[in-house]
């Protein structure tokens, strides 16, 4: 029999603030979940997911956080939400994620911060501002490794990134305050970034947390609003993410739409067709990004693990 601790056992612990819905069947939980979940399985790991739906229409303090939960976590996720203003200065969720950057400094080994969340918290971290596109940017896109750490360990020099945002801050900007970019499209767009750990801090401008069908299930979203007028144009496909035939049907599909803006032709949508024509070679890049991601949460908890033993073990030996 010993009395040193079990550094090694037990439950990963990760939380997933979603800033989308604090609905229990919120479709942004169940993408990041499900993630986690299979790469935790994947490297023979128990871990154990709890979910945070954030009422924006609350007090930060009220808003649906169980607080107190956040710094006894290995890992934390804040997922992106609806952009409601022009600045990232103006967007309720700042406060949410001001106050979980108070509540995780130097307790949670690793924050993912997601999209309206990343910008926020790069905001909040670096004074940065985001600025509008000119057009959605959405689709799957390449990128190419700029940095290796922990979180690209498992990657190839080239990876593909789906992404989904009306908004951006520039990479330039990101590497002038001394923020990590460690994937960056041929434009110069970055997908992820990181602090100067690699770890502590991570901001994702991409949505590695998408399933094959989460591309086309937004296209149709903005579809809707296009033909219930919330929306003045309709909706560009997403770029690089379905074959030429199955581009060629939507297409074909979106034009007439356009020219008779009937909501009942939204029941002849052509699924099949459309979900047939995705090409999903980024899923198995997505995989090893959070395979990374959990493989360096386990690692930190080990190394944090065996510190707490040796310093245990010189108290004993000094009689401290």
Known sequence: ??????????????????????????????????AVETAAGRLGLPVEVTAYGADM???????????????????????????RYRAVEAEPALAVVDRILAETAGRVASTVYSCQSAHAALH?????????????RQGVYTHRVRTRGPLTAGLPDTVRVPHSRWNTMPTEELRRVGVTVALETEDGAWSLATGDDGLRHVFCQGHPEYLRETLLSEYRRDLRRYAG????????????????DAEDTLLAYAEKLREQRDPELLKSFPDRAAAEGIEDGWLADSRAFFTDWVRALNDSRERSGHQRVDMALARRRTGA
């Open 57 to 83: 229409t609350r007090p930060t303090a009220d808003c649906g956080i169980a607080w107190e939960d956040l710094p006894s976590l290995d890992g934390l996720i804040v997922t992106g939400g609806e952009p």
């Open 124 to 136: 909040l971290l670096h004074g940065l501002s985001r600025s509008r596109l000119p057009h959605k």
């Open 229 to 244: 007028g919330e929306a003045d144009h309709v909706p560009d496909l997403p770029q690089d993410y379905l074959t030429a």
């Open 1 to 34: 029999m010993t009395d040193t601790p079990d550094v090694t056992g037990g439950l990963l612990r990760i939380g997933i603030v979603d800033l989308f819905s604090p609905a229990p069947e919120s479709w942004a939980r169940y993408m990041f979940a499900t």
